[in-house]
Structures are given as C-alpha cells and as structure tokens.
C-alpha cells in the first residue's frame, strides 16, 4: 500500500485504523493509541502524518502517544509494573493534557517521558496503591482533572497524598478558604526563597545600594517573625 507519506509497512493495520478511528465503529481508546505508538515509533511516521492517515488532528495523535507513552512507563517500572493496566490510558490521557498536572508528577512534554521517578511513583500510586488494602484515589479521568484544582493548595496536596484521607477529603480541602494572610505569607516565604537560591553572581553584583540595604531590613523582619513563630509554638 503507497501513500503520499510513503509506504506503511502494515497496511492491514492502517487500513483497521481508518476503520475503527474515523469510522462508525470505534476502537477502544487504548487500541487507537496503540496503533499510534506502534506506527511513530516502528514505522517513523510524524503526528501530522499520522493524523492525515487516521482522520484526526495531529494535536491528538501526539496526546494520545504521549499517554501511552505515560502508561508504558508505568508498565516498565520496578514497583509498579505488575500494577499497569490498560483500563488507566484514559487517566495518563488526562494527565498529559493538563499542564499543572503534569508538572506535578514529572511528566515532561517536550521529551515525552516522565523525568522524575518519585513524581511519577506519586500518580501512581494514586491509581493503583501498592496496598491492596488500600483504595485507589484516581478512578476516572474526571478524577484527574479534578486535581487542577487540588494543585497549588498546599493542605489539599499533602491530604491528596495521605493514604488515611480520601480524594473526597482532598477536594474539599482545595475548596475551603484559608487564611488570606497565612496563604499569601506562607506561599511567598516559597516564592522567596527560590528567587534566592537561584540568584546567581550577577545578580549579586547588579544589586543597588538601596536593594542591599532592604535585603538587611528584611532579614531583620524575618528574624523577628522567626522568634515570634517560636513564642507561639510555646504557648
């Protein structure tokens, strides 16, 4: 079989994939994801490529590589391999499409693999908890999109990964306002220090004489609200 892209070198298989994609039967999300990986990474073809071939945006071909790229490295890890299943594609389809996401649990976009093990391990986890006691968090891909909103609350994340709490409790926590004055200080303490472990030599050597002088200031104050913490605590 010749196409304008080039000989595939299963037309049997293209030919199933046209049918059950673009057709009025549907494959199964992780078969038509299959098809994808096979024919990118077997056959070298491109995503747009791809998606010309198959009648969908090459957009989604490269979302639904990249989660059954996410779920092949679920299948290829040492604790959790056994825990792989395909019913999770819909899940890994989710977390691929979501930037905060994804950047939660290590997935890196551009490389298209999971460039942190720990991070990952944490989502996994999450569907498939090596406790068989245990109930998994994430069932549906509705349940991973609901983590947009758990992301970004330090409560909601720590009770996410809390194996006594449930999901419920997690997104009830995200959904209940905090101190205005708590949050703000406690998220900028973060922000702070980032910005001042990444500062660099230049940075130092371009400061101002006024900058230098609010760098002592603010040490003060943070010494003052440092004792002030301790007096509480003892209280």
């Known amino acids: 079989m010749e ?3 080039g000989s595939f070198q299963n037309a049997e298989r293209l030919i199933m994939g046209i049918r059950h994609i673009a057709g009025p039967r549907e494959w199964g999300a992780y078969q038509q ?4 990986l096979e024919l990118k990474d077997e056959e ?3 995503f747009k490529e791809i998606g010309d071939h198959l009648g969908i945006s090459a957009v989604e071909v490269a ?3 990249r989660a059954m790229k996410a779920l092949k490295a679920m299948e290829h890890d040492e604790l959790y391999s056994d825990s792989a299943d395909p019913k999770f594609y819909r899940l890994f389809h989710e977390l691929v499409s979501l930037p905060n996401v994804r950047s939660k649990f290590g997935w890196n976009q551009e ?3 999971f460039d942190d093990e720990d991070k990952s391990r944490e989502f996994f986890e999450l569907i498939a908890p090596q406790d068989p006691d245990t109930e998994a968090k994430l069932k549906t891909f509705a349940d991973v999109r609901k983590l947009r909103t758990i992301i ?6 720590v009770s996410l990964s809390d194996p006594d709490q449930t999901f419920a409790d997690a997104l009830k926590l995200a959904a209940t306002p905090t101190s205005p004055e708590a949050t703000v200080f406690g998220d900028e303490l973060e922000r702070f220090e ?3 472990t990444s500062a660099t030599v230049d940075d130092i050597k371009s400061l101002t004489s006024q900058q230098a002088e609010k760098m002592e200031a603010i040490v003060g104050l943070l010494t ?3 004792e002030d913490f301790k007096r509480l605590q003892d209280e």
């Open 33 to 36: 994801a299959h098809l994808i």
């Open 111 to 113: 490389e298209e693999k």
């Open 194 to 196: 980032r910005v001042v």
């Open 63 to 65: 979302r639904r590589y």
């Open 44 to 46: 070298g073809k491109d």
């Open 3 to 5: 196409t304008e892209g």
């Open 224 to 226: 003052q609200r440092l």
């Open 152 to 157: 970004g609350s330090r409560t909601a994340e």
